[in-house]
């Protein structure tokens, strides 16, 4: 079973509904974990009722442990972590299904070879995504159960681009060079980000750091390290994440 940590994001469902709060059923784990009615939804909640269901699943974050069960929060998790949680939660049921209907009783089998050597399915189909049939034959499946895997990775699998409106602002007499020290500065090592001008005050973000969940991380990342340099430049900036 997958240990629960402060600050992961796990599927959830619902197992009771209380008057404060809900209790949750955390996915791939042994535990339960309580939302309070204040993390449940961004806007303001009357009746836990009204917003959610016993076996509805919801996308939690983990923002506290340590007590008698584990503390979530819904309204925490970013439209991007959501994303990237139903994806994973997704494709990791489809390839269970596919592995249940076409290897059989070998099926058990398979999933722990998965979890041993990738740690999760989605680890598993990512590597897939990455080195193909080389991926699929450490854990040795037939070559139908392998060719069947392969078609579904290349039917799905799909790079992301994170991109971000900046709007910079600087009333300095030197602002020209202010705003170019800026967009100057490298804020990635592993050049997975360009930036270009769109029109004054406007400059456009975009990251790919090729799996989705690497381009989320580097994009907060980046994101950070030019907020903090702005306010060193003394230069305005609004960031606004461009929906896709």
Not at 82 to 88: G, R, T
Not at 155 to 164: A, F, G, W
Not at 191 to 208: E, Q, R
Request: hydrophobic letters at 35%.
């Amino acid at each position: 079973m997958v240990q629960i940590k402060e600050g992961d994001i796990y599927i959830c469902t619902v197992k009771k509904i209380l008057q404060h709060g809900v209790i949750v059923r955390v996915e791939e784990t042994d535990s339960d974990g309580f939302i309070h009615i204040s993390e449940i939804s961004k806007r303001w909640v009357r009746e836990v009722k009204d917003i959610v269901k016993e076996g509805d699943k919801l996308v939690c974050k983990v923002i506290k442990l340590g007590g008698i069960s584990p503390e979530l929060s819904v309204k925490r998790v970013t439209d991007n972590e959501k994303k990237q949680a139903l994806k994973e939660w997704s494709i990791e049921n489809r390839i269970t299904k596919i592995l249940e209907k076409t290897a059989g009783k070998d099926n058990q089998r398979i999933i722990e070879d998965i979890k041993k050597d990738y740690k999760s399915i989605f680890g598993f189909y990512n590597a897939v995504v990455k080195d193909g049939e080389k991926a699929i034959d450490k854990i040795k499946v037939k070559k139908d159960v392998a060719d069947t895997v392969l078609d579904f990775v290349e039917k799905t699998k799909r790079k992301i681009v994170i991109k971000t409106d900046m709007e910079v602002r600087t009333y300095e007499s030197d602002g020209i060079d202010r705003i170019k020290k800026l967009f100057e500065e490298e804020y990635s090592n592993k050049k997975d980000y360009v930036v270009k001008y769109i029109k004054s005050p406007h400059y456009l973000l975009m990251v790919n750091a090729g799996e989705t969940k690497k381009t989320i991380s580097e994009n907060r990342k980046i994101i950070e390290a030019i907020e903090k340099k702005a306010r060193e430049l003394g230069i305005e900036l609004e960031t606004r994440e461009i929906k896709q």
